[in-house]
């Protein structure tokens, strides 16, 4: 097939899956053609490295887009969707006039939902990670758990943001049902975006990198690791306080291995571990190779956030031999089998503690679990399996649109 792909999505986990789905469909004898806007992420996992023609698309900025841009620079937000909307609809005529059987599209930094749905005449496969999350009453008790408050000087900034925040979920949504096919990472995520956007839509797994990250038979540390962007919905502080539940002698050191932070957040972190004597580290832009070693020097991974709609961290950890303990919560049901690749627990401090504590003392458990985890991650989690499968999906809006 020739295969034209866009996306608009920062550095991270949705960008690591692209990467690796547009390099092995390459690798399966695909032609993929990648379309750019220059808003997009380029230089984490850059596309150009893997695609077999590469254009990047200026987003122009108009009058109004300036200005938009000034106040969201202001209010912290992102890019002027105005001039997004534009840029996109210059992209799609661009794929249009090519000779594409499908357009394989990701997700919107700015509006998750891109424009470009709206414009695209080509069979479409939109690859949805979750609609917005901004009207999940979780996300704002989360944020406020530390007992934060908005200050005075933030008020206005405040109502601009939730404003704007409205408008986004309106756009999300609106652009959403362009879609004519849309496929996700997990049945979790498929009953969302029913809910969400009252849209069917498929699962198609995602994978991990097993050459890169794999067992390097190093000596285990006396730490736990948890890996992600340090921020509320990740679910740090559920750890610490759960970890401070476990006896002083045999209480393991955290680590958390962060891409990016929320420094108010973090600083919460800290006094909240130095408090309950629990000893954190976050370490910030880690590397691949260094998050591998410390995947591997782990005694176990520990998983917590908020409705995550896959988590590939998670297969990361099993692809290293490292045991995860996990909150029974969102896609994680789906890719950690309980007591076979890992352990899930309620959301409840003391059975995490008692969890993390019992696979700790025992050697045996976590040898059995790592060796488990190994061959399942080996047998269905690989980016090949998951290329495999989202090609299937691929061919299938073709056929549909032919029929």
């Not at 792909?5 to 690798?27: D, E, I, P, Q, W």
């Not at 890019?79 to 005529?93: F, K, M, P, T």
């Not at 006094?271 to 260094?290: C, E, F, H, P, Y």
């Amino acid at each position: 097939m020739r295969i034209a792909v866009f996306h608009n999505l920062g550095s991270g986990g949705a960008k690591r899956a692209l990467y690796n789905l547009t390099k092995h469909l390459v690798k399966a004898g695909h032609v993929v053609d990648a379309f750019i806007p220059s808003t997009a992420e380029e230089n984490f996992l850059p596309l150009r490295d893997v695609v077999t023609t590469y254009r990047v698309f200026p987003i122009r900025r108009t009058r109004l887009g300036a200005a938009s841009s000034v106040l969201k620079r202001l209010f912290r937000l992102g890019n002027s969707v105005r001039d997004q909307e534009r840029g996109q609809q210059s992209i799609a005529d661009a794929i249009n006039a090519g000779s594409y059987d499908v357009v394989l599209s990701e997700q919107d930094r700015d509006t998750l939902s891109p424009f470009i749905l709206r414009f695209l005449a080509k069979p479409t496969v939109y690859y949805c990670q979750q609609p917005h999350r901004c009207e999940e009453a979780i996300l704002d008790v989360a944020s406020r758990s530390a007992g934060a408050t908005i200050p005075r000087c933030e008020w206005l900034r405040e109502r601009f943001r939730n404003y704007l925040y409205r408008r986004a979920i309106q756009l999300d949504k609106r652009n959403a049902l362009s879609a004519s096919y849309i496929v996700t990472n997990s049945y979790f995520s498929r009953e969302v975006i029913l809910r969400v956007y009252g849209l069917n839509s498929f699962v198609s797994y995602l994978g991990t990198d097993t050459d890169l990250f794999r067992p390097l038979f190093e000596r285990r540390e006396n730490y736990v690791l948890s890996v992600g962007w340090c921020s509320p919905s990740k679910g740090y502080d559920f750890l610490i306080r759960s970890l401070a539940r476990i006896d002083t002698q045999a209480r393991p050191k955290i680590l958390i291995a962060a891409n990016a932070t929320n420094p108010g957040w973090e600083a919460y972190l800290l006094r909240l571990a130095a408090t309950l004597k629990v000893d954190l580290s976050i370490k910030k832009l880690v590397s691949d190779s260094d998050l591998v070693r410390l995947y591997n020097k782990a005694k176990l991974f520990l998983y917590a956030p908020y409705l995550e709609p896959f988590g590939l961290v998670a297969l990361e950890a099993m692809a290293c031999g490292t045991p995860v303990i996990a909150v029974k919560e969102g896609g994680v049901r789906e890719s950690v089998l309980h007591n076979e690749t890992g352990i899930l627990t309620e959301r409840d401090e003391e059975a995490f503690a008692q969890a993390t504590s019992e696979l700790l003392r025992d050697d045996v458990q976590r040898e059995r679990i790592a060796r488990r985890a190994l061959e399942v991650v080996r047998s269905f989690w690989t980016w090949k399996h998951a290329a495999e499968r989202l090609s299937w999906h691929l061919e299938r809006a073709v056929r549909l649109r032919r029929a």
